[in-house]
């Protein structure tokens, strides 16, 4: 298992904010299903005023680009993804059209 954490940034729009966190109060069981065929063990998401933070936890064979290839080839997904897209907007610094983008951990506890 591997831990992965990714932000993207809504439109600072309050309307477009509340949007995005209703969406996710129900998500079609297609789109979970596509989640987890990728090899998602746990996915979470937290906001920040329009800022969010994704915590991903993959299996041993998850990879971006397996998620990506199995994304593209789904319509239910490009469909769910085209809908969110108009509500988010590009991080400072990244290309158009450029939603999430991976961190890099930069310090880590263990007790």
């Known amino acids: 298992m591997k831990t992965y954490v990714l932000i993207c940034d809504l439109k600072d729009e309050p309307e477009a904010i509340q949007a995005y966190v209703e969406c996710h109060k129900a998500v079609a069981p297609e789109i979970l299903e596509s989640i987890r065929v990728a090899g998602v063990l746990e996915m979470s998401i937290y906001r920040w005023r329009n800022r969010l933070s994704m915590i991903l ?55």
């Open 57 to 111: 936890i993959g299996d041993e064979n998850f990879s971006f680009e397996r998620k990506a290839a199995l994304d593209n080839a789904n319509p239910k997904v490009q469909e769910w993804e085209a809908f969110l897209g108009q509500f988010q907007t590009n991080l400072p610094g990244t290309p158009p059209n450029w939603r999430w983008a991976l961190t890099e951990k930069i310090f880590d506890f263990k007790a």
